[in-house]
């Protein structure tokens, strides 16, 4: 089995910063795209931003100059660096990643992580 685990999320000052981790395990052979998405209260979930094993970044244009997406591949971990946070990108995020498992390529999610930004 593969698990995606997600930490550091928090409650956070508008202008502040924070780091998000998500650690894939299990019986992992190699792991492609991963990724962040969020999903605010009543809204869609959306991309934040994601990666490939090559390390080439893609990014939401709401998130462009402050979020920094990076991944180390010897952990199995990707992270989300979150700078000059906004009450807007309060919302619950989500890692996401195509792992290839027993053979196949399958795509996986965490269980999210809460992101307040609030004074």
């Known amino acids: 089995q593969v698990q995606l685990v997600e930490s550091g999320g928090g409650l956070v000052q508008p202008r502040g910063s924070l780091r998000l981790s998500c650690a894939a395990s299990?019986?992992?052979?190699?792991?492609?795209?991963m990724g962040w998405y969020r999903q605010a209260p009543g809204k869609q979930r959306e991309l934040v931003a994601t990666?490939?094993?090559?390390?080439?970044?893609t990014y939401a244009d709401s998130v462009k100059g402050r979020f920094a997406i990076s991944r180390d591949n010897a952990k199995n971990t990707v992270y989300l660096q979150m700078n000059s946070l906004k009450p807007e990108d309060t919302a619950v995020y989500y890692c996401?990643?195509?792992?290839?498992?027993?053979?196949?390529?399958?795509?996986?999610w965490g269980q999210g992580t809460q992101v307040t930004v609030s004074s």
């Open positions: 299990g019986s992992i052979f190699s792991i492609y795209h």
């Open positions: 990666i490939t094993s090559g390390g080439t970044t």
């Open positions: 996401n990643a195509d792992i290839l498992w027993a053979g196949s390529v399958r795509n996986y």
